[in-house]
Nanobody
Framework: QVQLVESGGGLVQAGGSLRLSCAAS????????MGWYRQGPGNQRELVAT???????NYRDSVKGRFTISRDNAKNTVYLQMNSLKPEDTAVYYC?????????WGKGTLVTVSS
């Protein structure tokens, strides 16, 4: 059993910053990729950023240069630093952890960016 606990969401004005965290606990031997997805109002869930065990990262185009994903393997934690936030970044952000062959999801944390 794997538990993912997200934190760091909230309300911020456009141009502001937030840092999301997701800590994994339980049977977490052998974590592979970790990542963040989001689902805005009326939208499908979409990839925001991923990071491999080795530190290789991947971002959706709309967040490149503004968001930074990182991980602490010793703490089994993945972070998402979000800068220069825009109203279109408003969404529920979900943590995603791959422990082959299973993918685990957090319950989500709400990020609201006001204009």
């Amino acid at each position: 059993q794997v538990q993912l606990v997200e934190s760091g969401g909230g309300l911020v004005q456009a141009g502001g910053s937030l840092r999301l965290s997701c800590a994994a606990s339980g049977s977490i031997s052998g974590i592979n990729a970790m990542g963040w997805y989001r689902q805005g109002p009326g939208n499908q869930r979409e990839l925001v950023a991923t990071i491999t065990t080795g530190g290789d990262t991947n971002y959706r185009d709309s967040v490149k240069g503004r968001f930074t994903i990182s991980r602490d393997n010793a703490k089994n934690t993945v972070y998402l630093q979000m800068n220069s936030l825009k109203p279109e970044d408003t969404a529920v952000y979900y943590c995603n952890v791959q422990i082959s062959p299973t993918i685990y999801w957090g319950k989500g944390t709400l990020v609201t960016v006001s204009s």
